[in-house]
T-cell receptor
Framework: DVKVTQSSRYLVKRTGEKVFLECVQD?????MFWYRQDPGLGLRLIYF???????EKGDIPEGYSVSREKKERFSLILESASTNQTSMYLC?????????????FGSGTRLTVV | AQSVAQPEDQVNVAEGNPLTVKCTYS??????LFWYVQYPNRGLQFLLK??????LVKGSYGFEAEFNKSQTSFHLKKPSALVSDSALYFC??????????????FGQGTTLQVKP
């Protein structure tokens, strides 16, 4: 099974800071996703990538960008953090064969913007 | 708009009793449906899926789910709840035609509380 590592469990950042959230997988899967999780809203897709240097916007991309320079690493970037980006951020990996085999999620990064 | 709804924020059951966590969806075409579980301070774990075939699908930890096309529902069930089943449960749908990228749309989540 693929292992998904999110670099930080908890982060506290100031408004206006540039924030990097890292997600690393230990296999060679193509599909990687960033979601944010908020109470009462479930998970909402921010961005996803289906290969190196390839990215597509999800449902709520505003205020975020992503980078995928290597297959195993997918970074979420908050260009100028704001308090409404305080949330739990979850990275997910989609195995070969697509969604049918079930995603693997990281443990999440709880970001607080003050 | 395509969506997934979990009408209950919280479900409370006594240990040993059957449990149901509800999910309905609104998607064009034939969707693929999933349940995920999130234990405290953990990421989501895949429980089960419906792709095609039998309407009753079985998954991990004794859970099962019933696909009902006419009611556009995919309720999660377990015959006998355990205290350790207490967690946050998410229903999700993958849109037809999304192919290998497999984008998932999630419901808002239901907290299951099983009391001893």
């Amino acid at each position: 099974d693929v292992k998904v590592t999110q670099s930080s469990r908890y982060l506290v950042k100031r408004t206006g800071e540039k924030v990097f959230l890292e997600c690393v997988q230990d296999m060679d899967h193509e599909n990687m996703f960033w979601y944010r999780q908020d109470p009462g809203l479930g998970l909402r897709l921010i961005y996803f990538s289906y290969d190196v240097k390839m990215k597509e916007k999800g449902d709520i991309p505003e205020g975020y960008s992503v980078s995928r320079e290597k297959k195993e690493r997918f970074s979420l970037i908050l260009e100028s953090a704001s308090t409404n980006q305080t949330s739990m951020y979850l990275c997910a990996i989609g195995p070969p064969g697509g969604v049918f085999r079930g995603y693997t999620f990281g443990s999440g990064t709880r970001l607080t913007v003050v | 708009a395509q969506s997934v709804a979990q009408p209950e924020d919280q479900v409370n059951v006594a240990e040993g009793n059957p449990l149901t966590v509800k999910c309905t969806y609104s998607v064009s075409g034939n969707p693929y449906l999933f349940w995920y579980v999130q234990y405290p301070n953990r990421g989501l774990q895949f429980l089960l899926k419906y792709i095609t075939g039998d309407n009753l699908v079985k998954g991990s930890y004794g859970f099962e789910a019933e696909f009902n096309k006419s009611q556009t529902s995919f309720h999660l069930k377990k015959p006998s709840a355990l205290v350790s089943d207490s967690a946050l449960y998410f229903c999700a749908v993958s849109l037809p035609g999304s192919g290998n990228t497999g984008k998932l749309i999630f419901g808002q989540g239901t907290t299951l509380q099983v009391k001893p």
